[in-house]
């Protein structure tokens, strides 16, 4: 078994990525109980936490297929211990998600971890694991919306209720985007392995420039209205509405003023 020559320490979950943990947990129950004196810090800090979990989830997806695929040098580079300051764009899979939501409340997908595609074998494979990254977020958005799509939000408090529907937005945005067929996101890396050689080395050159190109045309107003549109329109169908996300969002963004609690949420 391949899987054997990984050492226990290399999968070890650290304690970098238990700290963040740690952060989401207490910042996420300062928002339910109405601790904080200021509630969109701790919104603040509950959302950008489990964001990070989510994004360090995502790229461990990634790592932990590669490994079972056949790429045993996975574990010697940290990727199994969760731990963000291990991967090689850490630039790319944290900070600049993380800033793009401070600025624009958008879960842009990051960069992947890097993975010794020699090692594996079969198209299917290389699939799966660019496929693993995605589908982890898709899995997060169902987990943060199932208390919506539940009807199980009887007694959470209406702050947290946003915070929870605002995180779902990320996650949703974030499964959409990095399913796009474009070189350097996720999504074009499912497809590669089909594609002809001739093809792969046409594209090649542009994959460096897919993530800013993403970032570029959702600043053109009807492209990001249309895209919105679309994510509401599926938010909806998971029970979250327009109204918890757009306060969730006030909330997140403390920084333009604190926002008055609502009184009221709508159905």
């Not at 020559?5 to 304690?15: E, K, M, P, V, Y």
């Not at 800033?99 to 799966?128: D, K, N, Q, T, Y």
């Amino acid at each position: 078994m391949t899987i054997a020559t990984s050492r226990r320490g290399d999968s070890r979950i650290s304690a970098v990525f238990l700290g963040i943990v740690a952060v989401a947990a207490v910042s996420g129950w300062a928002v339910w109980t109405d601790f904080a004196a200021a509630p969109g810090v701790a919104v603040f800090l509950f959302v950008t936490a489990a964001w990070i979990v989510s994004l360090c989830l995502h790229e461990y997806a990634h790592a932990r297929t590669a490994l079972h695929s056949g790429d045993i040098s996975i574990g010697a580079k940290g990727y199994l211990t969760l731990n963000p300051l291990k991967y090689t764009h850490a630039l790319l899979s944290i900070v600049l998600p993380v800033l793009f939501v401070i600025m624009g409340g958008i879960g842009l997908p990051g960069g992947a971890v890097f993975i010794e595609r020699g090692r594996i074998r079969g198209r299917w494979r290389h699939s799966l694991i660019s496929a693993a990254g995605p589908l982890t977020n898709v899995l997060f958005a169902i987990v943060c919306t199932a208390p919506f799509w539940l009807h199980a939000l009887d007694g959470v408090p209406d702050t947290f209720r946003y915070a929870l529907g605002f995180l779902a937005l990320l996650q949703v945005t974030a499964a959409i985007l990095n399913f796009l067929p474009i070189p350097g996101l996720d999504g074009y890396g499912v497809l590669e392995p089909w594609l002809s050689y001739k093809i792969k080395r046409q594209v090649e050159p542009f994959a460096p420039f897919g993530l800013i190109a993403v970032f570029a045309i959702l600043w053109i107003p009807e492209v990001n209205q249309y895209f919105f549109d679309a994510v509401d329109a599926l938010l909806r169908a998971l029970g979250v509405t327009d109204w918890d996300t757009y306060w969730g969002r006030q909330f997140y963004q403390f920084w333009k003023g604190t926002p008055e609690i609502p009184t009221f949420t709508q159905s």
